[in-house]
């Protein structure tokens, strides 16, 4: 099982920039994709980005440039995210992908005011 705890999110201007954080209860490096999606109300989940085990990353087409998935050391997996819109307002949650299973946060809400 892994658990996972996201923070970082918060309110900010159009045109700032936020840093997510989302720590696992195990090494992330057994895990076999990590990733950061969103919900936005009244919207389905979609994704945002992942980076596998072996540090491939993907982006959703709307936030390519914008943002960026990493990971720092053995339980942390980070999103920065740069040159907010309000379109990126949404509840922010972490997953994990892990033997067959999907794993998810309790979600991190990001505000972008216009």
């Known amino acids: 099982q892994v658990q996972l705890v996201e923070s970082g999110g918060g309110l900010v201007q159009a045109g700032g920039s936020l840093r997510l954080s989302c720590a696992a209860s195990?090494?992330?490096?057994?895990?076999?994709?990590m990733g950061w999606y969103r919900q936005a109300p009244g919207k389905q989940r979609e994704l945002v980005a992942t980076?596998?085990?072996?540090?491939?990353t993907n982006y959703a087409d709307s936030v390519k440039g914008r943002f960026s998935i990493s990971r720092d050391g053995a339980k942390m997996v980070y999103l920065q995210m740069s040159s907010l819109k309000p379109e990126d307002t949404a509840v922010y949650y972490c997953?994990?992908?892990?033997?067959?299973?999907?794993?998810w946060g309790q979600g991190t809400q990001v505000t972008v005011s216009s």
């Open positions: 997953n994990a992908q892990y033997i067959g299973e999907n794993y």
């Open positions: 195990r090494t992330i490096f057994s895990i076999n994709v």
């Open positions: 980076i596998t085990s072996g540090g491939n």
